[in-house]
């Protein structure tokens, strides 16, 4: 009994009804009502532009659904959003499962809290539809963050492919960005494509790496090296630590033989305790240097505008094919011209040029 006053007093309090309608049994349907109306996206606008976390929460969820109304009234806000965003320092961080990203994330953002910065948290995590998303197991890694008030953490946006994953989480970064979060950093695992998808969506990308382990066993490709513009050998602590000190000395060697990048910037290479709070202010400071040199040179917007064609390329492409495998005709002539290569029949060229003159 007690427990329904003070839910009907929580109510009240949230949504506007008054005690005298509580008390005479009418305003329940009204409440009833009231809860399941949702909030219009002009709501959700000034609830963002507010620095509002529960309608940026609620906008993110509209960019996630699947429901085309959910995704019309998502594009309306975004829409809103777009003159308020792209005014963080956006930053991407990989490294294999294990590696310490979580930690080394709790760590950097309450440095960064602590400096009065606010800061979002995201994840691009194209399995997290089998895993339920492990940035939310993680979030018992991130204790203080979580409940920081100027922190933000979003589980990643569950999705079949990649390509659906990277687009939700662009359109998460222009909302964080519109409710006023000026450090947007994305998290990913080192496997799979995920890393190429966060390195073109942020300014600066960071690779976690262990000491002592060989690039094979860290699952490290080649490739993810040249995308870092800072490479951190964390757990560089207790016994582990003159291993580390001896990876970063051959590390910071073998780095001044790749190409010079277009940024000017030369990637450099830290050590790190993300469990003991050790070197991320050096660690930002190699984030500030970089981001001070780039917006200096031009290379920081240049950068932005070539993801951005980046992005409108890579979302065409999807989209036509998509639309081309899903119609109705073309599945089933794609059987029988599979079957036709089999037997000899036909050739696979000879097969996609049919199927292409087949569309509509
Ligand atoms: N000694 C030491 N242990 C660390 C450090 N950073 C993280 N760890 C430990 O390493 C383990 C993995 O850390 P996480 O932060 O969960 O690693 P992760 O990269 O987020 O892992 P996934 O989410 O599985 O990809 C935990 O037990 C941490 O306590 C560090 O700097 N030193
Ligand atoms: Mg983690």
New binding site residues.
Partial sequence: MKKNISHKSALQENEGVSQSEITDGLAINKLKHKRKSQPTAKDLISGIFDNNITALSRAITLVESKNPEHLKKATQIINACLPKSNQSLRIGITGV?GVG??TFIEALGMHLTAMGKKVAVLAVDPSSSLTKG??LG?KT?MEALVTHKNAYIRPSASGDSLGGVARKTRETIILCEAAGFDTIII?T?GVGQSETAVHSMVDFFLLLKLAGAGDELQGIKRGIIEMADGIVINKADGNNLKRAQLAKTEFSRALHFYPVKASQWQPKVKLCSALKNEGIDTIWKMIEDFTSLTKSNGYFEQHRREQNKFWLLQTIEDQLKSNFFNQIQIKSELEKQLKLIAQNKTTPFAAAEYLLDLQQ
Wanted: charged content about 45%; cysteine-free; proline content about 11%.
């Fill in positions: 499962p990203k979580s492990s940035i993680d890694r998290e695992v």
